[in-house]
Structures are given as structure tokens and as C-alpha cells.
């Protein structure tokens, strides 16, 4: 039998030393997990699991090659089974708040002395197991049997470092609002939350500001804004019959330009993701600012943005100032495409709801790790992190053994203003899509007769 030591000399790479074999000890026994000394024990096994996701969720066949060590895949798979779910997000969240904690009060880590963080939804596949299809549930156009279980991803982003704060994953059906309030607990006082138009309702506008989060959000597309001066309003309580084009929120005082306070008045319905006692909680109205600008460039496909925010002071915060931020926003894309596409997390492996969650915490921590691996890369390399390749750093770290000096990565060019369609060059097979279960389908090619 292997002793830890040993077995951890055999997975080389930088990921044993990034996540110390003391911190999961630790956390195992916080959590009272108790274990065998056994070759795959959770030191052990933990680490290959990251050096699993790190090599693009590998198979455990290629996992066995790259770490150099002797087992089954079923005694992998039970070992990883064996790992509290508890305890991969626990030691996602440790590594990653020491590593977003180090050099956060960097210049140019801060907005006008707030901390941005970006909220987006996002999903993924997984393998059609009924466990997951009746967890997770799959989108309303497949069949049974012909389909995959699809999750629904809540994740909040450092908008100027990069770091995957908190991550959520709900069954697909979910709506956006009732993981973005829980992500709230992420969040400090005067840090400012950045999200597309999902997030802009009264409910979350008023939850940020309870928690003295201020929120900038794109206005939703039924809220009717109208920057005249004095303007009439649908008074709350009354009906908008006969009304059609008016505004629900009271005018109050104009800023500048496409730039005013308004008071938005708490709807009569409770949004389903909110629960009766807080809706009670919340205010009867809310002063927020409403900033609309045009976007000038070429190949943009909005060609007008109109914001919703709680950062009402016109000085602090001047309307281009804001534009620019919310311009952060689209990070988030890129973001999210380094994980499902780069990284691979667009198709989980694991077949059980647990499976899924502990691969989620694993794919987070590894996204950290290369986000770490850029910011020392820009740091040394005199540029941005973010100008750093996602992609180089992460071929570095599956490449890189312990001691291994970090080199200096690919730099991506500036490419402001740079635009591509969203079209597909290289065409699909052109295959039938299953209709019918695979069983079916196979039958009936079974019982179909050779020609005479």
C-alpha cells in the first residue's frame, strides 16, 4: 500500500501544491468524515479528481496514465463517491477566497472604491440517468428517453479579477431571481452587482439595497421609461386600463441628459421566487436612477442601453462612468465560455445529483486556479490578467510540474471594437435527431430483413 506521500509524489503537477493535503485533512475532520487508510483515501483521491478536471474531465483510463498510480476505475469511482459533497465545496470556497483576498486592494482592482462582481445564468448537460432526469428535469421539446437532463447555473464573478465567487446549480426549470437572492450572501456593504435585464425587478432592486449592495442592471424590456421632465405615472394601487405607454414609476428629479430619479412602487404580486414574509419585508417604493446612452460602434447589435441602478449620486457616479461599467458585463460571456468550452463543463460525467454537484465544485476551483495562474502572469509580465490566454495558462498548469518556474504565457492582442458573427462554418453530420428511444430504434433495425 502507498503511503499519501508517496502516492502524491506520483500525481505531479501544480495542483497538489496549490491545494495543501493539510487543508483537506482538516476539512474532513470539521465535517467528522472519517476514513480507512486506504490508497485512494480523500487526500489522495481529491487530488486526482482535480487533476481529472483539469485535464478536460479526462477518463479515469488516461487519469490512471497521468498520475502513474495502479486502481480500477470502479474503486476511483467509489472513492470519489465516498467524498462529502461538503467537503469539495468547502475546499472550493477555501482556496478560492485566499486566492481573491491576495492582492485585492491592488490598483485597478476596485470601481471608485467598490468591488464589481458580475451574476449570470448560464446551464449544462449531463448523462440521461432517471435520477438526474427527475432531479434536474430536460428541456420541454425532447422526449423521454431521447434527451439529456439539463441544469440551470447561477454564478457570480469578480468583474475585475476574473475569480468564480459562488456558484448555484438548480434543476432547468428554475427562475434566474431565486438563485441570484441567495448569491447575495457573497456580497458586502457598497460592493455593486452588475447583471443583464433578468435581475432589474423591484423585488431584487429593493433586496440589494436592503443589504446596502448597490445593483446596475439593464431596464427590463416592460418597464416603460420616459425621461420628460414631470411626466405622468400610473399611481400604485390603480389600474393601467386606458393608460397604455404610461409609466408606473413616478418622476422626481432629472440628473442630466437621458439620466433622472425615479420612485418604482412595489408590484401587488409577489414574485414566486420570493417568499411571502420577505416580500412583507420589503419597502412600499424605491428611488432608483434610470441612465439611457447609444452605442455608437459598428457591428453592435444594441444599438441603445437603458440602466436601472441604486447609485444615485450624479457626481460619484456620472453616466459614462456607468456605461463603462456595465460594458463589464459582457466579460461574463467569455467567462462562462472558458468554463463549458475551454475547460469542457458543458457535459458532466458523474450519473447522481451529488456526482454532479461534487464535479460543479471541482470544475470551480480548477477555473480558479487558472485565473490565479493568469493574475501572477500579468503581474510578472508587466500587463492586465486578463489580457493573459485563459487557454495558455491552463495547458501550463496540466503540463507543469511542482517547482516548475511560471514562464511567461501568450499575451492576447487589444482588440477593441472587435466584433464576429454568430454563424457556424463547418457543418454537422447530417443525422436524423432521435425521436424515439435508442432501444426502439435499434429494435427496429434488428427486425429489419436483408434484401433478397
Not at 400610473?234 to 405607454?245: E, I, L, R, T, W
Request: proline residues 6%; contains cysteine; hydrophobic residues 40%.
Amino acid at each position: 500500500m502507498l503511503s499519501i506521500s508517496e502516492a502524491l509524489d506520483r500525481i505531479k503537477g501544480q495542483v497538489t501544491d496549490a491545494v495543501p493535503s493539510a487543508l483537506i485533512e482538516r476539512l474532513c475532520r470539521d465535517l467528522g468524515h472519517r476514513w480507512r487508510d486506504r490508497d485512494l483515501g480523500p487526500v489522495v483521491t481529491t487530488h486526482l479528481f482535480l487533476q481529472q478536471i483539469l485535464h478536460g474531465n479526462t477518463a479515469v483510463a488516461h487519469l490512471r496514465r497521468l498520475s502513474g498510480l495502479g486502481f480500477t476505475a470502479s474503486a476511483y469511482c467509489q472513492a470519489r463517491a465516498r467524498l462529502p459533497l461538503q467537503l469539495l465545496q468547502r475546499l472550493q470556497q477555501a482556496v478560492t477566497d485566499g486566492w481573491h483576498r491576495h492582492g485585492a486592494d491592488r490598483p485597478g482592482t476596485r470601481w471608485r472604491g467598490h468591488r464589481v462582481f458580475l451574476l449570470d445564468g448560464s446551464s449544462f448537460s449531463m448523462p440521461d440517468t432517471d435520477q438526474l432526469r427527475e432531479h434536474f428535469g430536460q428541456p420541454s421539446g425532447q422526449a423521454v428517453g431521447c434527451g439529456f437532463p439539463v441544469a440551470h447555473l447561477m454564478a457570480l464573478f469578480d468583474a475585475r479579477r476574473g475569480y468564480l465567487i459562488k456558484a448555484s446549480v438548480r434543476p432547468l426549470e428554475t427562475h434566474d431571481m431565486s438563485q441570484a437572492a441567495a448569491m447575495h450572501a457573497a456580497l458586502a456593504a457598497g460592493d455593486v452587482l452588475v447583471g443583464d435585464r433578468a435581475f432589474a425587478s423591484f423585488a431584487h432592486l429593493a433586496l440589494c439595497q436592503g443589504r446596502g449592495v448597490h445593483g446596475l442592471f439593464r431596464a427590463h424590456q416592460r418597464q416603460i421609461v420616459d425621461f420628460r421632465p414631470g411626466r405622468a405615472h400610473v399611481p400604485p394601487g390603480s389600474s393601467a386600463s386606458g393608460q397604455a405607454g404610461t409609466p408606473r414609476s413616478r418622476w422626481l428629479r432629472r440628473l442630466g441628459r437621458r439620466d433622472q430619479l425615479v420612485e418604482y412602487f412595489k408590484p401587488k404580486e409577489r414574485p414566486g421566487w420570493l417568499a411571502p414574509e420577505q416580500y412583507a419585508a420589503l419597502p412600499e417604493s424605491l428611488v432608483v436612477r434610470e441612465v439611457r446612452y447609444k452605442i455608437r460602434r459598428p457591428g453592435r447589435r444594441t444599438r441603445e442601453v437603458t440602466l436601472v441602478t441604486t447609485l444615485l449620486d450624479a457626481e460619484a457616479y456620472p453616466a459614462a462612468a456607468l456605461a463603462r461599467l456595465y460594458g463589464l458585463r459582457w466579460s461574463v460571456e467569455t467567462n462562462l465560455r472558458h468554463l463549458k468550452q475551454t475547460m469542457k463543463m458543458d457535459v458532466l460525467h458523474c450519473q447522481s445529483v451529488a456526482g454532479v454537484e461534487k464535479e460543479l465544485a471541482v470544475f470551480v476551483l480548477i477555473y480558479n486556479l487558472v485565473r490565479r495562474v493568469m493574475e501572477e502572469a500579468g503581474r510578472r509580465q508587466k500587463v492586465p490578467a486578463e489580457r493573459i490566454s485563459f487557454v495558455d495558462a491552463l495547458r501550463w498548469l496540466q503540463e507543469a510540474r511542482p517547482g516548475d518556474v511560471l514562464p511567461k504565457l501568450e499575451v492576447n492582442p487589444e482588440r477593441p471594437g472587435r466584433v464576429q458573427p454568430r454563424v457556424r462554418k463547418r457543418r454537422p453530420k447530417e443525422y436524423p435527431l432521435m425521436t424515439r428511444p435508442r432501444s426502439e430504434l435499434r429494435q427496429a433495425l434488428l427486425q429489419q430483413r436483408p434484401a433478397a
